[in-house]
């Protein structure tokens, strides 16, 4: 990626941060935490990666709900930053967190299963 892709998608995820405090007031959206976002060198679409606290009804409508108010998000970002063209936004739920925190749990097992062993 290049240097001025990154400047864009770093402005896209800070700009889609406040879109999402401030625009959406969904009470039925779950804690989400926009973790990255990925912009083609072409700027037509950005893939931003979601993290969705809450069980998996929670996150599957919160999803749904924001898949759904990608054109009204997509308005927003393009009031807000100067591009030639607004990427087409692209919402991905990103489970990253979750398989870290397992893999760690993991962890500790196997440690303590090596620490009981004489």
Not at 1 to 19: G, H, P, Y
Not at 73 to 95: A, C, S, V, W
Not at 107 to 113: D, I, V
Request: overall charge positive; glycine content about 6%.
């Amino acid at each position: 990626m290049s240097i001025r892709t990154q400047k864009v998608a770093d402005l896209i995820r800070d700009e889609l941060s406040l879109i999402f405090q401030r625009k959406l007031n969904n009470k039925q959206l779950g804690l989400i935490s926009i973790t990255e976002v990925e912009v083609t060198s072409d700027f037509a679409e950005a893939f931003v990666y979601l993290s969705i606290f809450g069980n998996s009804q929670v996150k599957e409508k919160s999803l749904n709900i924001i898949k759904n108010a990608a054109g009204f998000i997509r308005g927003e970002l393009g009031r807000k930053i100067n591009l030639r063209i607004t990427p087409k936004l692209i919402f991905r739920e990103d489970n990253s967190l979750e398989r870290g925190s397992k893999i760690i749990e993991k962890l500790k097992a196997l440690e303590k299963k090596q620490k009981n062993k004489p």
